[in-house]
């Protein structure tokens, strides 16, 4: 079968001792050794003997964190295609095709994302998923089923210029965030996803810095949203306590200072958000 010569594959590893021999060895049915390029956070383990074993590029990164590992890491690539995974044998390498065949279909993907079967997960993992994707697609406009996924290929070009500041698990909404900033389009692609091979890493901590960052994204890449989020949060509570105490001031004569008083600091700094949101969206127009 003829292997696909114009992606590289990036894999961030931390002690993957137990995956990292099985994920590459079924990369390698789809793309050459040479293409592929493993970057590790200093395991303690035997993942760097395993990766060498099979000849792959193998280097440990500086800095920390997944995010910091493919930064890196993408400072070596040269081919037209960028494509990430995970490197715990989670993600079936035989959806590598599907991937490649969808952004060289149509020019005006830059990214597809493999949308995994959540089947696998825990309830409180694909609750987070779930969460963290529905959170994105507000504040970004988009309609995204697995923002966090980490299997996608990205074209090289529309990461020229990205700027990457996100630590940790939140360099792959940094990387959507970035493209569909850009108005450029992001495909998605169904995928299995497996049992991992070795420990998992990832809890709820995690899920609450990502779900942090993905506000600080959209502070930089979508401040309306950020804006109109905060506006409707305080304004739709604030009406609503509000015409409570307008009733009972006016048609039952009781008084609730405390009340009124939350109210309308409420609904005020909520307009005051809310015209911010319009002047930042009419100056969005003008520029
Ligand atoms: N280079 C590098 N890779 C990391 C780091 N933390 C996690 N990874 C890798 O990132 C991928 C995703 O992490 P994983 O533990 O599978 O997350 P989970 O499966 O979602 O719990 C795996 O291949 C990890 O080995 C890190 O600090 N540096
Ligand atoms: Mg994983």
């Not at 095709?97 to 079967?117: A, C, F, P, W």
């Not at 993992?125 to 996608?152: A, C, E, P, Q």
Request: charge should be positive.
């Amino acid at each position: 079968m003829e292997r696909i010569r114009d992606v590289n594959v990036i894999i961030p590893t931390l002690n993957e001792g137990d995956a990292i021999g099985p994920t590459i060895d079924e990369i390698m049915q789809y793309i050459q050794k040479e293409n592929i390029i493993v970057v590790d956070g200093n395991s303690t383990d035997n993942t760097r003997e395993e990766v060498e074993k099979r000849g792959v590029r193998f280097f440990t990164q500086s800095g920390s964190g997944k995010a910091d590992a493919i930064k890196q890491a993408l400072k070596y690539v040269d081919k037209e295609y960028v494509l990430v995974m995970d490197g715990d044998y989670t993600y079936p390498a035989k959806h590598i095709k599907d991937l490649y065949n969808t952004i060289k279909s149509n020019d005006e993907i830059d990214h597809v994302i493999g949308v995994r079967n959540r089947k696998r997960q825990s309830l409180v993992y694909r609750f987070g998923n779930w969460f963290l994707t529905k959170f994105f697609d507000i504040l970004f406009n988009v309609h995204l089923d697995d923002v966090l996924s980490g299997m996608y290929i990205v074209r090289r070009k529309a990461l020229e210029g990205a700027v990457f500041e996100m630590k940790g698990f939140s360099v792959e909404s940094e990387i959507a965030a970035h493209i569909s900033s850009l108005g450029n389009k992001i495909a998605q692609v169904s995928i299995e996803y497996r049992e991992r091979l070795g420990k998992k890493k990832l809890g709820v901590r995690h899920g609450i810095k990502i779900a942090v960052n993905i506000i600080r994204l959209s502070w930089r890449y979508n401040p309306v949203m950020v804006f109109f989020l905060a506006a409707s949060l305080l304004m739709i509570p604030g009406l609503i306590i509000g015409s409570y105490t307008a009733f009972d001031y006016f048609f039952l004569h009781v008084d609730h200072f405390v009340k009124a008083i939350i109210a309308v600091v409420l609904v005020g700094t909520g307009f005051q958000s809310l015209m911010l949101a319009i002047l930042s969206f009419a100056s969005c127009l003008l520029y």
